[in-house]
């Protein structure tokens, strides 16, 4: 079973900036793509870009393209979520989704548990 | 980008009966190349991450129960459950991977009747 471990929730004040890591096996980070997916309290799931680890390439949506950074640590076969200037709206469950089918459709088949993140003041 | 809108927001369905869930994207997510839709489905219950059930429209995730069926091209799809059972309450979202940013479509919250 494949699986993604992540870091623990985090409490941040706005303005600040957070990193979430996510974490798997060694041949499941050198075979698949890695998403970050959050999800607000209540609300639906947006996709916020993804890293394939093997390559480095990283694609962003273009709402977070000036935020976030994505970078995959081959030595350690973990992945890293980097927000910045975070603001109130930016408090919701961030998830990490990995994907072993990427060339034929991005489709997330394992997730991690998703790592809680509240910007408050 | 594709917006992903799903219908109804909310269903409740007797033990034993059919749940049909809709899904139209705004632009077709139908790749040429290969004749597949870059279409799935998710099941999300509370506290818990979302889980693949159905991908490229029709395909079923190893594991999943054969209940679940997805159909449609192009713009249009479907997921059916053949058999309400009770561990089936969740919120289900479709999803398109056809053009960045992949977009998820709002949810529709199933419950029993």
């Known amino acids: 079973q494949v699986q993604l471990v992540q870091s623990g929730a985090e409490v941040k004040k706005p303005g600040s900036s957070v990193k979430v890591s996510c974490k798997t096996s060694?041949?499941?980070?050198?075979?698949?793509?890695i998403s970050w997916v959050r999800q607000a309290p209540g609300q639906g799931l947006e996709w916020m870009g993804g890293?394939?680890?093997?390559?480095?390439?990283?694609t962003y949506a273009q709402k977070f393209q000036d935020r976030v950074t994505f970078i995959a640590d081959k030595s350690t076969s973990t992945a890293y979520m980097e927000l910045i200037s975070l603001r109130s709206e930016d408090t919701a469950v961030y998830y990490c989704?990995?994907?072993?089918?990427?060339?034929?459709?991005?489709?997330?088949?394992?997730w991690g548990q998703g790592t809680l993140v509240t910007v408050s003041s | 980008d594709i917006v992903m809108t799903q219908s109804p927001d909310s269903l409740a369905v007797s033990l034993g009966e059919r749940a049909t869930i809709n899904c139209k994207s705004s632009?077709?997510?139908?790749?040429?190349?290969?004749?597949?839709?870059?279409l799935a489905w998710y099941q999300q219950k509370p506290g818990q991450p979302p889980r693949l059930l159905i991908y490229?429209?029709?395909t079923r995730e190893s594991g999943v129960p054969d209940r679940f069926s997805g159909s449609g091209s192009g713009t249009d799809f479907t997921l059916t459950i053949s058999s309400l059972q009770a561990e089936d309450v969740a919120v289900y979202y479709c999803?398109?991977?056809?053009?960045?940013?992949?977009?998820f479509g709002q949810g529709t919250r199933l419950e029993i009747k």
């Open positions: 989704a990995g994907d072993r089918r990427y060339s034929s459709g991005w489709f997330f088949d394992f």
């Open positions: 890293i394939i680890p093997f390559f480095g390439t990283t």
């Open positions: 999803q398109q991977s056809d053009s960045t940013p992949y977009t």
């Open positions: 632009q077709s997510v139908l790749y040429s190349s290969n004749n597949k839709n870059y």
């Open positions: 060694a041949d499941t980070f050198s075979n698949s793509a």
């Open positions: 490229w429209a029709s």
